[in-house]
């Protein structure tokens, strides 16, 4: 593959001065899946700022990250990197809620299928999405399905 050519990814980052208060990071990628690891350690980097998270909720939200961008990409953005892939995290003294946006059309979460049932152990789709069930403390999806929230301990 060639260099990428796409905007590079631009970071947003918002502290309010009060203890006690969020800190907002916003990122945007283009919807180019080598982009992905860079997104994923700079959030992770400014998430836990000031602090040293346990391995699991380290693991936790790498994982969350990866799978939410890389389907926000292939699936949202259809890959293509004229296509912006926006990502925020709220971080609060004791919690983090990510949010990953992309302009597609969005999908029904609810049709997904399990990739842990008969019909769903040969197929490839679905396994993201389970793993962002299983690793989220909550998820939920806006009603056009092209935005995904998923809120995680901090430590």
Request: proline share 8%; charged share 25%.
């Amino acid at each position: 593959m060639g260099e990428l050519e796409a905007a590079p990814l631009r970071l947003c980052l918002r502290r309010s001065p009060a203890s006690g208060s969020v800190t907002s990071v916003t990122l945007q990628l283009p919807a180019d899946v080598r982009c992905v690891e860079e997104a994923v350690e700079l959030m992770a980097r400014h998430c836990f700022a000031g602090t040293t998270p346990c391995q699991r909720t380290s693991f936790r939200l790498r994982v969350l990250l990866t799978e939410a961008i890389s389907n926000s990409i292939l699936f949202g953005a259809r890959g293509d990197p004229a296509r912006r892939v926006r990502v925020e995290a709220e971080v609060g003294e004791a919690s983090i809620r990510l949010e990953v946006t992309d302009d597609g059309p969005g999908f029904d979460p609810q049709e997904v299928p399990d990739p842990t049932s008969p019909d769903g152990l040969g197929r490839a789709i679905g396994r993201g999405l389970f793993l962002i069930r299983n690793l989220a403390d909550h998820v939920e999806f806006n009603p056009q399905g092209n935005t995904i929230w998923m809120t995680l301990p901090r430590f």
